[in-house]
């Protein structure tokens, strides 16, 4: 399996890192798939800051994917969908759409108020998810976990990450 370069982003006006029961969660799963985490920040929910932190991680060649829990709420100052959205050049609409398919299963029709989301950018993936731990733990389990396994057939989303796949030789000119 390819151990794939991953940045995480909290993004919340009440916690600290020390504080991030959510992101802990995903540095554990992170590195028990076998991937690295290369980057950790913590922002309040401003999107301009949030936007310019991704935006500086989907510019880096070293970082394959992207992860924010939190800011994806209906109340308050919530907008890391927004921050993100733009930045975007496809979005994985699937992904939303399954996220509140199995959340369903355990919080019901709560699930219609997620707001998550991913896309690529820049040759970059990116999943925008809500900051409970519930929330990240279903998502990583039951939909990114698999997508950022290369073994997965017929398709997964490493495919989709040309900064990681190896160089074709080229035959000599």
Partial sequence: ????PIALLTVSDSRSLAEDTSGAVLVQRIGQAGHRLVARQLVPDDRYRIRAVVSSWIADPGIGVVISSGGTGLT???GTPEAVAPLLDKTITGFGELFRVVSFES????????RCLAGVANGTVLFVLPGSVD????AWDQL???QLDDTTRPCNLVQLLPRLQEPVDQPPM
């Fill in 144 to 146: 990114i976990q698999a």
């Fill in 76 to 78: 308050g100052r919530d």
């Fill in 135 to 138: 929330a990240v733990s279903t």
């Fill in 1 to 4: 399996m390819a151990s794939l």
């Fill in 107 to 114: 919080i019901g029709t709560s699930s219609l108020q997620s």
